[in-house]
């Protein structure tokens, strides 16, 4: 679901080093029951980078049991299929950088669009009291 019964979050793009040098990465999934699958974060994973362990930092335990898959649409996409009966895992990569593709784009101009509606519907029908807006 989108704005405005939730608020639309964007994930941080990362722009290519202009020295070459690559990003550290570390993002933490939650298996549900013993499998996790989804896309890794960031574009353009350097595939002999990606490790799985049960603690941060590459702590705890390794976990060998993944899989990698590149969807032949989106090559600079990566996604993941871990099998671990544990709570939490940590994936760690290297990546030079994210590419900002048309879905990247499409997804910021829908949200703005949902919430100029959402204001104009508001607008129309809503009842504004003259409050204010105190920051804490």
Do not use: C
């Not at 699958?37 to 993944?66: A, P, W």
């Not at 760690?92 to 990247?104: C, F, I, K, L, M």
């Amino acid at each position: 679901m989108a704005y405005p019964e939730k608020i639309d979050q964007f994930p941080i793009k990362l722009n290519k080093k202009p020295d070459g040098n690559r990003y550290a990465i570390e993002e933490e999934v939650v298996p549900v029951d013993g499998v996790y699958e989804g896309e890794l974060r960031h574009d353009n994973v350097v595939k002999d980078t990606v490790r799985v362990y049960t603690g941060s930092k590459m702590t705890g335990n390794r976990i060998d049991q993944f899989v990698l898959s590149v969807p032949s649409e989106r090559p600079w996409r990566m996604s993941i299929k871990i099998f671990a009966d544990v709570p939490k895992l940590y994936v760690s990569y290297e990546t030079p950088g994210d590419t900002v593709e048309a879905d990247d784009v499409n997804a910021l101009q829908d949200a703005i669009t949902a919430t100029q509606t959402e204001l104009e519907r508001y607008k129309a029908e809503g009842i504004i009291d003259g409050g204010t807006f105190v920051r804490g």
